[in-house]
C-alpha cells in the first residue's frame, strides 16, 4: 500500500481516455508565493473525474492526476502566506483541471493548492469530512453569487444572515453541489425549494431547504414545485439544477422556469436542448476567484459554530492510492447523500 509518510511523493495518474489509473512516483511540488503544499490525507472523488476517465474531456496534456477535493495537513507555505503555517489540518480545492499542471491534481500525496482556496479545519471535523467539500462549495458559489444572467445573483452567505425577499429552486438537494448550494443559499439570507428523492427529505430540510419536492412523481413535480415557489414568497430569482441532465433534470427545470415567467437556469454539465428565450443559461465553472472571500473569511467559523454541515456524509471505500480507482467506479455506479473518500494517510 502506497503511504504518504515516505519519502518522495507518489500519484494515481490517469494516462489517457479510457486508462485506468496508474500508481507512480510524481514530482515533489513547489509552491509560488501565495500557494501551499499539502499532505493529503483524505480526498473525496466527484463525477467529473470518472466523467474524464471515460471521455478524456477537459484534458490538455496526458498523464494527469485528477482529484479535485482534498482535506490534509499543511507541509510547505508559500512565501507571501500569513494565514496558515506547516502542520494546520486543511481542506482546500486542487484545481488541476484548469491548470493543466499535475502536481495541483488531488489524488497524490502532496499537492499543490492555491492558499486563497484552502481553509482551517476545526477540530470537530475530520480529514474525511472536510474532504466532501471543496469543489461542490465553489460550484455552488459560482452559480448562487454570479451576478444575474451569470448565475442567481444572491449575496455571499453570511455567519449572521438576514432575510433576502429571494427565493430559489435547487433540484438535487442531496447532491453534493445540491447541498452545499442549499447551505449556502439559505445563509444568503434566500428561501430554497428543495428537490430530491423522499428519503432525502430529512437531509435536504437539515441542509436548510423550506419545502423539499419528490422528483419521482414524474411530470406532476412541475407543478408541485411552482406552487411552492408562489407560497414561499418573495423575488424568484431562477433554478440551480445542480444534476444538469436531460432526461433527469431539464425536462422538468426548464418548464418549471416557463411557468414561473422565466428566469436563470444555472446549470454543471451540458446546456439543454432548445432552451426558450425566457431561460436564461447560466454554465458554471466551479474555479473563480470571485469565491476567495467565502474562503477566507465564512469557511472555518461556519464549519467550527455548526452553520456548515460537511456534507454530504463521506463514504470511506479504501486507503491508499490503489483504491482511487475503485472509488471512481463506486461514484459512477451511484451513491445518494453521500460523497466517495479515500483516506491516503
Given at each position: 500500500?502506497?503511504?504518504?509518510?515516505?519519502?518522495?511523493?507518489?500519484a494515481?495518474?490517469?494516462?489517457?481516455?479510457?486508462?485506468?489509473?496508474?500508481?507512480?512516483?510524481?514530482?515533489?511540488p513547489?509552491?509560488?508565493a501565495?500557494?501551499?503544499?499539502?499532505?493529503?490525507?483524505?480526498?473525496?472523488?466527484?463525477?467529473?473525474?470518472?466523467?474524464?476517465?471515460?471521455?478524456?474531456?477537459?484534458?490538455?496534456?496526458?498523464?494527469?492526476?485528477?482529484?479535485?477535493?482534498?482535506?490534509?495537513?499543511?507541509?510547505?507555505?508559500?512565501?507571501?502566506?500569513?494565514?496558515?503555517?506547516?502542520?494546520?489540518?486543511?481542506?482546500?480545492?486542487?484545481?488541476?483541471?484548469?491548470?493543466?499542471?499535475?502536481?495541483?491534481?488531488?489524488?497524490?500525496?502532496?499537492v499543490?493548492?492555491?492558499?486563497?482556496?484552502?481553509?482551517?479545519?476545526?477540530?470537530?471535523?475530520?480529514?474525511?469530512?472536510?474532504?466532501?467539500?471543496?469543489?461542490?462549495?465553489?460550484?455552488?458559489?459560482?452559480?448562487?453569487?454570479?451576478?444575474?444572467p451569470?448565475?442567481?445573483?444572491?449575496?455571499?452567505?453570511?455567519?449572521?444572515?438576514?432575510?433576502?425577499?429571494?427565493?430559489?429552486?435547487?433540484?438535487?438537494?442531496?447532491?453534493?453541489?445540491?447541498?452545499?448550494?442549499?447551505?449556502?443559499?439559505?445563509?444568503?439570507?434566500?428561501?430554497?425549494?428543495?428537490?430530491?428523492?423522499?428519503h432525502?427529505?430529512?437531509?435536504?430540510?437539515?441542509?436548510?431547504?423550506?419545502?423539499?419536492?419528490?422528483?419521482?412523481?414524474?411530470?406532476?413535480?412541475?407543478d408541485?414545485?411552482?406552487?411552492?415557489?408562489?407560497?414561499?414568497?418573495?423575488?424568484?430569482?431562477?433554478?440551480?439544477?445542480?444534476?444538469?441532465?436531460?432526461?433527469?433534470?431539464?425536462?422538468?427545470?426548464?418548464?418549471?422556469l416557463?411557468?414561473?415567467?422565466?428566469?436563470?437556469?444555472?446549470?454543471?454539465?451540458?446546456?439543454?436542448?432548445?432552451?426558450?428565450?425566457?431561460v436564461?443559461?447560466?454554465?458554471?465553472?466551479?474555479?473563480?476567484?470571485?469565491?476567495?472571500?467565502?474562503?477566507?473569511?465564512?469557511?472555518?467559523?461556519?464549519?467550527?459554530?455548526?452553520?456548515?454541515?460537511?456534507?454530504?456524509?463521506?463514504?470511506?471505500?479504501?486507503?491508499?492510492?490503489?483504491?482511487?480507482?475503485?472509488?471512481?467506479?463506486?461514484?459512477?455506479?451511484?451513491?445518494?447523500?453521500?460523497?466517495?473518500?479515500?483516506?491516503l494517510?
Amino acid at each position: 500500500m502506497s503511504n504518504n509518510s515516505n519519502l518522495g511523493n507518489q500519484a494515481a495518474w490517469l494516462d489517457g481516455k479510457g486508462s485506468k489509473l496508474r500508481i507512480a512516483s510524481a514530482d515533489m511540488p513547489k509552491p509560488g508565493a501565495e500557494e501551499l503544499i499539502v499532505r493529503v490525507f483524505a480526498a473525496a472523488v466527484n463525477p467529473v473525474d470518472w466523467k474524464i476517465q471515460d471521455s478524456g474531456m477537459f484534458i490538455q496534456k496526458w498523464p494527469m492526476i485528477l482529484g479535485c477535493d482534498v482535506a490534509g495537513e499543511v507541509a510547505e507555505t508559500g512565501a507571501s502566506v500569513t494565514k496558515f503555517k506547516k502542520g494546520d489540518r486543511v481542506t482546500a480545492h486542487a484545481t488541476s483541471l484548469a491548470s493543466s499542471d499535475p502536481t495541483e491534481g488531488g489524488f497524490q500525496h502532496y499537492v499543490k493548492v492555491s492558499s486563497h482556496l484552502t481553509a482551517a479545519l476545526p477540530g470537530s471535523t475530520n480529514y474525511a469530512q472536510g474532504s466532501v467539500l471543496p469543489l461542490a462549495l465553489d460550484t455552488a458559489l459560482v452559480g448562487l453569487c454570479s451576478p444575474s444572467p451569470k448565475g442567481l445573483g444572491l449575496s455571499f452567505p453570511s455567519l449572521t444572515p438576514q432575510p433576502s425577499n429571494k427565493t430559489l429552486v435547487i433540484w438535487g438537494g442531496s447532491s453534493s453541489v445540491g447541498a452545499i448550494a442549499t447551505q449556502l443559499a439559505t445563509a444568503a439570507g434566500a428561501k430554497v425549494i428543495s428537490v430530491a428523492s423522499s428519503h432525502n427529505f430529512d437531509f435536504c430540510k437539515k441542509c436548510g431547504a423550506v419545502e423539499v419536492l419528490d422528483y419521482k412523481k414524474g411530470d406532476a413535480v412541475v407543478d408541485d414545485v411552482v406552487a411552492a415557489v408562489k407560497k414561499a414568497g418573495g423575488d424568484f430569482v431562477g433554478v440551480y439544477d445542480a444534476i444538469s441532465m436531460q432526461d433527469q433534470s431539464y425536462k422538468y427545470t426548464v418548464p418549471i422556469l416557463e411557468k414561473l415567467g422565466g428566469g436563470v437556469l444555472a446549470i454543471v454539465l451540458g446546456s439543454p436542448e432548445n432552451a426558450p428565450e425566457s431561460v436564461k443559461v447560466a454554465n458554471v465553472f466551479g474555479v473563480n476567484p470571485m469565491t476567495y472571500p467565502v474562503w477566507e473569511g465564512y469557511v472555518s467559523k461556519a464549519l467550527e459554530e455548526g452553520k456548515l454541515l460537511a456534507v454530504p456524509e463521506p463514504l470511506v471505500v479504501g486507503k491508499g492510492l490503489e483504491a482511487v480507482q475503485k472509488g471512481l467506479e463506486k461514484n459512477k455506479q451511484g451513491v445518494s447523500a453521500k460523497k466517495v473518500v479515500i483516506e491516503l494517510a
